[in-house]
Structures are given as C-alpha cells and as structure tokens.
DNA sequence: ATATACAGTAAACAATCGTTCACTGTCAAT
DNA sequence: ATTGACAGTGAACGATTGTTTACTGTATAT
C-alpha cells in the first residue's frame, strides 16, 4: 500500500462521509486484518504532511485537499519571473471560511462579461454586506434579478452593466439589494 | 441555545479542526454540563437537515456548508423570469472532487481578460488533462509561464491570447503546456 | 547460512465514544 | 395550586476508539 494509494483512498472516503475513517474502517479500505498496519500507515501519511494530528490526538486531513499554489502566472506578455513558488492555497479553508449569509446564482447573459462574469459562471452572493460604490451586486429591479454595478451618488442609487452596450438602469419602482457579489466560480467543461 | 447559535460554532469547529468535535468537546462549546443536552441539541440538527448520521451512526456535516443556490440570474436585461428556484449547491463537494493532480496560479496581467479571467484571479490547472483547441491552458514558453487559448493546426501548436492587443505566440523553442485551466476563482475585496 | 530490516497479524489495554436512564428545576397554561 | 412540557444535570452502559506489545513471515544483504 502506497502512500498515494493509500490518501487517494482517504480523500475518496473523506468526500463521501466528510470525515476520516477511524483505523477499524481503514483497515477494511486499506485491506489489512490488523489496525497496527493501518497505524503504521498513518504515521506515514502524518509525516508526509497529509494528515494530522490535533493536541487531543484526533486526526484530520492537513494537505489532503489543500492545492499546491505554484506561483504568479503572467497572463499578459511572457515576461522573466521568478520561478514557481512552492508555496499552497487551501481552497477547501477558502470556501469554508466565506460568511454566514450568502447564496449562490448561476449567471445567464453577458451584461458584466467585461468584469470577467460570463454566461454560466456561479456568482456567491452575501446577503448582508453593505455595497459600497463600484461593487458588482445582485439587485431585484422592478421584480426581476439582475446582476450590475452599484453605484450611487446624490441623484440616488443606479445599476451599471459592466458591458456598454447596455443601458444604465435607473429603478422606476423600488430597488432591492439582493446583496453584494464576493466570489465568482468558474468551471470549464 | 440556539440552532442557529449551535451550527455556527460546529461550523467554527469544523472550519478549525476540520471535523465535527465529539459530544464531550461539545460540551465545551456549547456550554453544556451533560451529554445528554449535547445529544438532543445534535438531534435537532439533524431534524434540521444540518447534519446527518451515516449508517454506522458516525456524524458528518450535510447542509453545513452547502450554498444555498436561488436560481438563475439575468446579467443581461432584466426579463422576466421564474421566482428563484430554492436548490442548493454545494461549493464544499465541488472543490472536493477536483481531480487530484491539479495546482492553482494567481493571474497576472490582463491578456485573457476577455475571457474572463482578470489580474488577481485564481485559476485552477489539471495538469494532465490533453489541451484540446480553444482550451485555456498554462503553458511554459521559452522558459516563461504564461496563460494563452491553445491553438493547434497542421502548422503546429500556438497561443493566443484573448486580449487582441497582445500578439499570437508561436513557441520559437520548446512548448511546455503545464495544463489545462479547469476552474477560475474570483474573491472581491 | 545467518542476520537484519520491513510489513503485517493477533490480542490486549485504558480511554473515550454515543446513548440511555432517572432526576431536577423552570416556566406557562389551566 | 396543580399539571405538563421543556431543557438540562449527572451517572452509568456497552461498544468502539487509538495505541501498544509480542509474534510471524518474507525478502535482502552480508
């Protein structure tokens, strides 16, 4: 049983039950008869940085979702870097650590694709933050969602899509904030 | 104590250590004396649809961390549209089942800014998933990272960019595709 | 052939696990 | 004043926890 043998099957069951297997169901994973050999394993597993164990002796994954962040990448010209950092982004702390009160929306349309917020995009949304000028927020105009600039001055408060060739909205009736856009998901594919 | 109290110090806890505490830590957390009071509050979460019991009656978080998804929104012209669905999506499971050999860079520069991905942005890259044509991949030029669409033809592999004003790349040596962009992340503030 | 290291088995350990039971107080409704 | 419903205490339970010890092969090096 190899150590990527071994955390790939860990990760597998930690993404199913979200929690680690205590040493009597590895032992059924890892396909040992003794819990000893699962031990040894798993002291491995703690050196190699994939797991841990807390002051009270309990374990948890440590690198096991964590992604390696391998530096800067130059997305304009190539220019002489530095090489790769090896340093890592722990996406998993990232998610968990957004508030409270959001909610997500799957983006349709292309009024913000100039902010870098395309059609099918998942925009995470905090209800309660108070949007300040030039925030991306998710408002309800007139009873239909929309996601747009925020901007406001002593005219009051206006929409502004990130894209030109729409129009600048200015709510008729009444204007909802739905709240302010603090993360925007991507998948390709 | 509250439900809502109670989850978000599991919540804390989990963010933390990355596992839910037993009934004893619980005790602590939530300031009880007895399991017992530990044991009908967690039953009321579970009834709450916060957390579950597997078959073996281990507990694991099941909504804790998921994102409530409303539905879908117009960044086009508002249109009217269907009242917000009330699924939800979960964020958690996505980053979770990322594959398992993939790193992160944070973008510099703005060449694929018409694609969406801006300075700052954190993309995500497999690094063995083969490039097919208008991937975004990270490539290795001439010993520089950059970010570029993969283009291949019968003359060969190229790069774009998605900025016009930046110029095609034609690797003059070699062309190392680091990997295949399969996810961009975006933090505001 | 002998020694050494490695990997796993099998059994036992105290400690902790989740659960249950009987009980205590507190508040609101009758 | 009495009742009933809640919410929490405190102690006890068998089961499971992680850990340790002694042992068994098997392979490699001397």
Redesign the pocket.
């Known amino acids: 049983?190899t150590i990527e043998s071994a955390s790939n099957k860990l990760k597998k069951f930690f993404i199913q039950q979200r929690r680690?297997?205590?040493?009597?169901?590895?032992?059924i994973i890892?396909?040992?008869?003794?819990?000893?050999?699962?031990?040894?394993?798993?002291?491995k597993l703690i050196e190699a940085g994939l797991l841990e164990?807390d002051s009270?002796?309990?374990?948890s994954p440590k690198r096991l979702f964590s992604i390696p962040q391998l530096g800067i990448i130059k997305a304009g010209y190539p220019t002489p870097g530095e090489a790769l950092a090896d340093d890592s982004v722990d996406l998993y702390e990232y998610l968990l650590n957004l508030p409270g009160a959001i909610f997500s929306l799957i983006v349709k349309g292309d009024s913000m694709i100039e902010e870098g917020i395309n059609e099918g995009d998942v925009v995470i949304v905090d209800k309660y933050r108070t949007p300040q000028n030039g925030d991306v927020v998710a408002a309800c105009v007139d009873n239909e969602w929309t996601i747009k600039y925020y901007r406001k001055n002593n005219a009051g408060v206006h929409l502004v899509p990130a894209n030109p060739n729409y129009p600048l909205i200015f709510p008729k009736g009444d204007l909802m904030i739905g709240g302010v856009v603090i993360s925007v998901i991507r998948k390709y594919h």
């Open positions: 049983m680690l297997p205590s040493y009597a169901e590895m032992c890892f396909g040992f008869a003794s819990k000893k050999a699962v031990f040894d394993l798993v002291n164990k009270k002796g309990k374990l």
